[in-house]
């Protein structure tokens, strides 16, 4: 009688391949430039789509520094400060010293950034109404309880040695 943990294991390479096909498509999918002008569309808001994900950064995981958003957003540190720059002389983000390190410049989104970010999250649930349109409420929960939990460990997942 085969053992249980034996099945699965003989299972996950199939369903690893699966996810990382669907990851690869999910991103694909994010990743292109129309569809950050659609979203800006649908938001009602006029943004240099090089700005939009900066912007979205920030909103997520400010207060930030540069290197760090840089790094998140796999652009150049030196990219990264000069659109910041952009975002602040446009109102929608503001720049002050670190409370742990004074040295260190963190971008908060400003009142009037968070308009704009509002708007935006605003169009994205709409357009999440349309994707899970047909699924029922507790298949939402049970993915987005599943996609937070692989996020955290994959976020947690320690380098190779």
Known sequence: MPDENNVQDARMPEEIRQIHAALVEIISVMNRPQRDDEMLARAGVRLD???FPLLVGVQHFGPV??????????????????????LEKLGLIERRSSASDHRVREAV?????RTVTDRIDAARQRIAQ??????EEREVKD?????????DEIRHL???E
Not at 143 to 151: D, N, P, Q
Request: no cysteine.
């Open 49 to 51: 789509r090089a700005l």
């Open 65 to 86: 520094g540069v290197m760090e958003l840089a790094e998140r957003s796999g652009r150049d540190h030196t990219t990264v400060s000069r659109q910041l720059g952009k």
């Open 109 to 113: 989104l400003s009142a009037q950034g």
């Open 130 to 135: 349309t994707v899970f349109a047909n699924w």
């Open 143 to 151: 993915f987005a309880r599943l996609l937070r939990s692989f996020s």
């Open 158 to 160: 320690p380098p190779e």
